[in-house]
């Protein structure tokens, strides 16, 4: 997993990146394609970007992984640390919800492929019956009459 820190209009913070590391690591723990996965988180400070805004606090995250996945994730609240609670629970949820429904396409295709697999065994059993049949009956009748 690539995980890349961004800060915008706002100071970096150490103790801040090691909480979104540690944040963003503990949602993605259980996810398929973690080895995978680029991750991008930015931190952004609304009232320096505008110099007039409210004073809230974004966390943006962006989820990238192979066979062109695609995340994003925007929360804000007036509360960085809040913000980045926010968005690591939503892509905990994400990333949960879309594993489950790779599971199920991978199983899904893993069963298509044993019924496909028993339909051609079954055709192949049932066409081996005939030579065999058509064999016994060719040698069976004598030879003179």
């Not at 993605?28 to 988180?41: K, M, S």
């Not at 994400?94 to 594993?99: F, I, V």
Request: contains cysteine; charged residues 35%.
């Amino acid at each position: 997993m690539r995980l890349d820190i961004h800060f915008r209009h706002m100071e970096r913070s150490e103790a801040l990146e090691d909480l979104t590391t540690e944040k963003v690591s503990q949602a993605v723990d259980g996810f398929l394609h973690r080895h995978d996965a680029h991750i991008q988180v930015w931190l952004v400070s609304d009232l320096n970007r505008t110099s007039r805004g409210n004073g809230s606090f974004i966390c943006e995250i962006e989820v990238r992984y192979p066979r062109k996945k695609h995340f994003f994730i925007q929360k804000t609240n007036i509360d960085m640390h809040t913000a980045v609670q926010d968005a690591t629970d939503k892509l905990k949820v994400l990333l949960d919800e879309a594993g489950k429904k790779e599971l199920d396409m991978r199983q899904d295709k893993k069963a298509e492929r044993r019924s496909e697999r028993a339909a051609a065994n079954a055709n192949r059993e049932s066409s081996d019956q005939a030579e065999y049949q058509a064999f016994d009956l060719e040698f069976s009748r004598p030879a003179f009459s």
